[in-house]
């Protein structure tokens, strides 16, 4: 699982090419000032690609690492260990207490200097905090607990499906 999240978060750092697609003169369309002015030039398909394959490859990188830090971060813990489970509670509060941050401070500081200063700073702080936090994610590689897989994770999918195609049916109570 922490090849999967390293891997995962080296895409999540694609931020850097959308902040250097807006640092670039090269990267952006001249501005125009009339809309649908036929004097206007538009975007170069070099310009696109690099704009989707940025978009394309920090999506992939969002769903595969958020998708997996909750429950590598419940790795941890030892479940059976009354205070490592107290831990685990104040661990996911802190965990989900941040990410709220996060989504306020994008919501409005971010929001406000883009609109202050220009779209690039925005794209710099976010590509800052995300090298920040993949170095200290990396930093502690060595006093991660690592807990083997039991069995295929395919079968324990398969065993949903099945379970929930045979209580399609059921009444609720």
Request: hydrophobic share 45%.
């Given at each position: 699982?922490?090849?999967?999240?390293?891997?995962?978060?080296?895409?999540?750092?694609?931020?850097?090419?959308?902040?250097?697609?807006?640092?670039?003169?090269?990267?952006?369309?001249?501005?125009?000032?009339?809309?649908?002015?036929?004097?206007?030039?538009?975007?170069?398909?070099?310009?696109?690609?690099?704009?989707?394959?940025?978009?394309?490859?920090?999506?992939?990188?969002?769903?595969?690492?958020?998708?997996?830090?909750?429950?590598?971060?419940?790795?941890?813990?030892?479940?059976?260990?009354?205070?490592?489970?107290?831990?685990?509670?104040?661990?996911?509060?802190?965990?989900?207490?941040?990410?709220?941050?996060?989504?306020?401070?994008?919501v409005t500081v971010l929001v406000?200097?883009?609109?202050?200063?220009?779209?690039?700073?925005?794209?710099?702080?976010?590509?800052?905090?995300?090298?920040?936090?993949?170095?200290?994610?990396?930093?502690?590689?060595?006093?991660?607990?690592?807990?083997?897989?039991?069995?295929?994770?395919?079968?324990?999918?398969?065993?949903?499906?099945?379970?929930?195609?045979?209580?399609?049916?059921?009444?609720?109570?």
């Amino acid at each position: 699982m922490l090849v999967l999240q390293v891997a995962f978060s080296c895409f999540y750092a694609e931020v850097i090419v959308l902040t250097i697609s807006t640092a670039l003169p090269t990267l952006q369309p001249p501005k125009c000032t009339i809309v649908d002015s036929p004097t206007c030039i538009s975007v170069t398909a070099t310009q696109l690609i690099v704009l989707y394959i940025a978009f394309y490859l920090t999506a992939l990188g969002i769903s595969g690492l958020k998708s997996s830090v909750s429950g590598f971060g419940s790795d941890q813990f030892d479940d059976t260990d009354e205070q490592e489970k107290n831990q685990m509670t104040k661990f996911f509060s802190w965990f989900f207490f941040f990410i709220n941050i996060g989504s306020l401070m994008a919501v409005t500081v971010l929001v406000y200097i883009q609109g202050n200063l220009g779209r690039q700073w925005g794209y710099r702080i976010c590509a800052c905090a995300i090298v920040i936090s993949h170095v200290l994610f990396l930093s502690g590689i060595v006093k991660y607990q690592y807990k083997k897989l039991v069995g295929s994770s395919l079968t324990h999918i398969t065993v949903v499906f099945v379970a929930t195609e045979r209580k399609k049916g059921v009444e609720l109570p």
